[in-house]
């Protein structure tokens, strides 16, 4: 059974250009979130998809845009790169029927995103 | 707002010592609360996690008991290994977002 897939694994930007970034969600899960993971900090969240639709946002400028496809799979879109968007980018996948907390997030490998 | 605090690294240890990494939070609700650890170039592993208060989570000899009393979650090891070298974060789940703490980086020197 395939975890969260994401892909690339890294990449390189220059300033300015936009980037798109995938993930797969675990088999059974029909929920994506984007958490963005600077160096030497802890995961901060993006926002979240579910049903095709951005379900909940953080504190992050419209530069950062999302979609959630038919087949629960999920892109990441950012604009106007900056230095300060070097980071690595974390998918998790849930499944928004589970009754119990954690409800089974599970974590991709991440994309390391370089803004150069 | 919801936040987590823990103690900052890093933290060496010999092999078979006794770890303890804290962590306290502030949260307006009832969160659940959980260690994730991540090893190099990997994303994130659930270690453990607690849903209220006074649960004791733990795995692969890891354990944090939920203290609502003074909002904290420390993780504990009686004796480490090696193989436990990583850096560690504590988090709160709320709603359907998680928050962490800065991570807490561990090496297990033989």
Redesign the interface.
């Known amino acids: 059974d395939a975890g969260v897939t994401q892909s690339p694994t890294h990449l390189i930007k220059t300033r300015g250009q936009q980037v798109t970034l995938r993930c797969s969600p675990k088999s059974g899960h029909d929920t994506v979130s984007w958490y963005q993971q600077a160096l030497g900090q802890g995961p901060q969240f993006i926002f979240q998809y579910y049903e095709e639709e951005e379900r909940q946002r953080g504190n992050f400028p419209d530069r950062f845009s999302g979609h959630q496809f038919p087949n629960y799979s999920s892109e990441l879109n950012v604009n106007a790169l900056l230095l300060g968007d070097s980071a690595l980018y974390l998918c998790a996948s849930s499944w928004v029927g589970s009754q119990m907390p954690n409800y089974g997030y599970t974590f991709g490998s991440g994309t390391r995103l370089t803004v150069v | 707002g919801d936040s ?1 605090t823990q103690m900052e690294g890093p933290v060496t240890l010999s092999e078979e010592a006794f770890l303890t990494i804290n962590c306290t939070y502030t949260a307006t609700g009832y969160p ?1 609360l ?1 260690w ?1 650890v991540q090893y190099p ?6 270690l453990l ?1 607690a ?1 209220k208060a006074d649960d004791k989570g733990s795995n692969k000899g890891f354990e944090a008991t939920y203290r609502k009393e003074t909002t904290s979650f420390h993780l504990e090891k009686g004796s480490v290994q090696v193989s436990d070298s990583a850096v560690y ?1 504590c ?1 709160l ?1 709320t ?9 807490t980086s561990l090496t297990v020197i033989p």
Not at chain 2, 95 to 103: E, I, L, P, V
């Open positions: 987590v659940s959980f994730y170039g990997e994303g994130l592993q659930l996690k849903t974060f988090a789940l709603g359907n977002q998680f928050y962490f703490g800065t991570g």
